[in-house]
Structures are given as C-alpha cells and as structure tokens.
C-alpha cells in the first residue's frame, strides 16, 4: 500500500514510518523539519534497509503540497504533522490554528484532488475535558483546557465532516496518551528542540547532564501521590497502533475515534522511581508550581482499540525507560547540535 506521511521525520512519525516499511508498505514522507531532523530519515533506511521518498514541505503550503500528492497517488495519508505543546499553545495560540487547523484543510484539499481517500489522523488525549474523573472512554465529554487540545478538537470536527461530505471517504482518529520511549536500536528517538516541554525527554536529559534538573509541576493535584498523573505509551507500541489503524481505515466509510494508551495512571513521581529503578541513574528534581494548561490526570479506556482495532501496548514504562536511555546514551546531542 502507499502511504504518505506528514511530519514523517518527528517523534512519533519516524517510528511509525519505520514499522511501515517493515511491514511492506511503500513510503513518502513530507516534513518542513521545523521539529525534526532530516538525519532520522537516513536511519529509518538504514534500520529497514528500504528507501522511500520525501520532501521538505510545510503542511501549511497548499501549492506544493498538493504537487506531492498528486505525484504519488497515496492510499492513504497519515497525518502527524502539527504543533504539539499544551504550554506553548497559550501564548501562541494563533500559531496553533494557522499551523494544526489551516495545514489541516490544505491537506484535504490536497487529497481531494490526487483522489485520496483514507486519513489517519494524529489526535490527542489533551481534547478531553475533565467534566467526568478519567479513565476517559472515546464518548468522554470533548471540552480541551487549551489552544493545542482545541485544535485537536477542531480538526477531527473538521475530518468528521470531510467523510460525511462524499462517498468512499474514511477516516480514523488516533487520540494518543503521552508516548515515551524509543526504537530499541537507539538508533531513533524524541529529540525535541529546545527545551523540552515532555517529561521524558527532560529526564532523559538531566540524567545526560544537558540540564540541571527536572522541574515538576505541581504537587497538589488529586492523584495517589499529588504529582500530575498520565497514560504513558510506549513509542513502538504506538506505531503498532497506526499498523492496525491502516488496515482499519481502508475498510471503513466513516470517522471513528481510537485512544491508544496502556488503561494505566502513573503519576511524574512513579516514572521517576521507575526510570531510577530500571537505569540504576538519578534524576535531579524540584516541585514547582502547576502549569498553564496541564490537567491532574489523563488516563485511557483502551476497550475500542483492541476491540476493533485488534490492538493493544505490549511494552512496559520500564521498557519505555531503558530504550529512551539507551537513544540519549547513544545521542547526547540528539540528531545533531547543528539541530539547536
């Protein structure tokens, strides 16, 4: 099958272009590289030992977007690229909607027009509201705290309407939970800009020495311990997830919506004692106050995915842990300090 990829070069879409070469699927993938690294790229090809296209492209250019397309031809298109950060989002909200909703709409003309049919859409957990105390089901009130999540939101309206609007449309909706973790070769991995706004990359690099410490949000919330509480998903799990989605989708006229988490809570303070357990390293940290935009707990009801999907997290957080700290061991610079 051919599949194009937007923001193919990121965190999450360089794994996901990894297991789709590996499973036989031809690749495109398109990147303006504003958060990613072309170097991921050339290890993608080297961990498959295939080749695919791509193209520096941002998603925001309808123009040459649509050229890409139509010079293609995908079955279909997985969409990843976007901006991702709850925080960032508050004070760059405009920003958000020009990048994740405008880019959003160029795409689906662009695929209207190369008569593509069938999206993936990378979603996001953030959309749901807090109305109802998590684990949060597919048909949990939709009420996100912030820019970001409210893009999210935006955009699976605007793709539900995409499929409604003409036949042998589908699509799915990947609500994603916090991924973490990295490709076992250590080869590939999140290598944010910046810094990080997630909070494995932060430990991951306090442990390298690249910060002094880990800085975490609030101590107060309503969770077993006080520290914010998340659905932490492994990255080649993830990936597994869009593998399951892609067989889905091209059977499928509708719009449907998937969480893919673990069903688990694990708050900053577990995933500290987890990361020094499974590395044998200690992460320096300080509680600080909450964060703009953060809520105390997201936690997935995974019961549609593998219902439907067939799917399900396989790996463990301290599997999550030990790749991660094998991708910063191999890495201390990421993909390159030309990147920063």
């Known amino acids: 099958m051919k599949v194009l990829l937007t923001g193919g070069a990121g965190y999450i879409g360089s794994h996901t272009t990894l297991a789709l070469l590996r499973a036989g699927h031809d690749v495109f993938v398109v990147d303006n590289h504003r958060n990613s690294s072309p170097v991921v790229l050339d290890r993608v090809r080297a961990l498959s030992g295939r080749d695919f296209g791509a193209a520096e492209i941002d998603i925001c250019d309808a123009g040459a977007l649509a050229a890409c397309l139509a010079a293609f031809r995908p079955d279909c298109v997985i969409h990843f690229a976007g901006l991702k950060a709850v925080a960032e989002s508050i004070p760059e909200a405009v920003e958000y909607y020009?990048?994740?909703?405008?880019?959003?709409?160029?795409?689906?003309?662009?695929?209207?027009?190369?008569?593509?049919?069938?999206?993936i859409f990378s979603s996001s957990a953030t959309i749901y509201g807090t109305a109802l105390p998590p684990p949060f089901a597919e048909d949990h009130p939709i009420a996100p705290s912030s820019p970001y999540g409210r893009t999210k939101a935006q955009v699976e309206q605007i793709v539900?309407?995409?499929?409604a609007a003409a036949d042998h449309r589908g699509a799915v909706l990947l609500r994603y939970f916090n991924p973490v973790g990295a490709d076992p070769s250590g080869q590939i991995g999140e290598d944010p800009r910046g810094i990080p706004n997630n909070l494995m990359p932060y430990v991951l690099q306090v442990v390298a020495g690249r910060r002094e410490e880990l800085l975490v949000f609030g101590d107060d919330y309503d969770t077993p311990d006080g520290s914010g509480e998340r659905d932490y998903i492994h990255v080649v799990d993830l990936a597994r997830g869009h593998i399951a989605a892609l067989d889905y989708v091209m059977t499928t006229e509708a719009s449907a919506a998937f969480n893919l988490g673990t069903g688990r809570g694990v708050t900053v303070r577990e995933v500290l004692r987890t990361f020094e357990a499974a590395t044998g390293c200690t992460v320096a940290h300080r509680i600080v106050g909450r964060r703009p935009g953060d809520v105390g707990s997201s936690v997935?009801?995974?019961?549609?995915?593998?219902?439907?999907?067939?799917?399900?997290?396989q790996e463990t957080l301290a599997d999550a842990c030990l790749s991660g700290w094998n991708w910063q061991r191999r890495n201390p610079d990421g993909y390159g300090p030309h990147d920063r």
């Open 98 to 119: 020009r990048v994740n909703v405008g880019g959003t709409i160029s795409l689906l003309q662009a695929m209207d027009l190369a008569e593509c049919r069938k999206l």
């Open 300 to 313: 997935a009801d995974v019961a549609k995915a593998a219902r439907l999907l067939g799917w399900c997290a």
């Open 160 to 163: 539900t309407d995409w499929v």
